[in-house]
């Protein structure tokens, strides 16, 4: 079974995509029903299911799969366009039911006082539960899509299409990172130190992989 963490603003919209085309039916969207492992619920997961995916804590189906009949999956970003990327999207698409999206709404937040809250600082940590990179079957990085996809794609043997939409991204963004001044950037750097910490793990481990496998054709 595949067990694949959305982490918010990670490219795991856009994957979710790749995940229905190879699993159809057989794909659960998990958003709300178990978000932790306390909140598990063996009679929640639909029988057909043999690939899960979406936003929850990454140990949220250990005592449902163990980690020699499952595969954990994920993607990480670079923290700093994450949680910029979070905060715009709020403000483009307001989402009531967060916590994060009222403080903003309700406060007038800044972008430097919107990453200030708890819940942004370390949200891809907090996702992947403790949970080391070599507990990770795949880890793709968001701005290195096509990469990543290929080696998901090699690691589990299947033939799949690099022509992937990328989709609910921010359509008034013009360059690949967001532009902050360098005082911005620090500041969420800092409150940023650990999933910075697992990006750059990342980034390695893909660049390792990459070096074993053909290049790709243009």
Not at 178 to 184: K, N, Q
Request: glycine share 4%.
């Amino acid at each position: 079974m595949i067990i694949s963490v959305h982490v918010p603003k990670c490219a795991g919209t856009s994957f979710r995509h790749v995940l229905a085309e190879l699993y159809g039916d057989a794909l659960w969207l998990n958003y709300g029903a178990i978000f932790s492992r306390e909140q598990f619920r063996a009679d929640v997961v639909p029988a057909q299911a043999t690939c899960i995916h979406g936003h929850f804590f990454a140990d949220a189906f250990d005592s449902f799969v163990s980690a020699e009949s499952s595969k954990l999956v994920t993607w990480v970003r670079h923290p700093v366009d994450r949680v910029v990327s979070h905060y715009y999207h709020f403000l483009r698409s307001p989402d009531m039911r967060d916590d994060c999206c009222c403080a903003l709404y309700e406060r007038g937040l800044k972008l430097i006082e919107f990453a200030e809250l708890d819940w942004m600082r370390n949200e891809a940590t907090r996702y992947l539960a403790g949970k080391s990179i070599e507990q990770f079957a795949f880890v793709g990085v968001a701005e290195r899509f096509e990469e990543s996809l290929s080696v998901f794609a090699d690691d589990l043997g299947w033939p799949l299409s690099l022509e992937v939409p990328r989709v609910n991204t921010n359509p008034d963004r013009k360059t690949a990172s967001y532009e902050l001044s360098a005082d911005d950037y620090e500041q969420i750097i800092n409150l940023n130190t650990l999933d910075l910490m697992w990006y750059r793990r990342a980034v390695e481990r893909l660049e390792r992989q990459l070096m074993t496998r053909a290049p790709l054709v243009a």
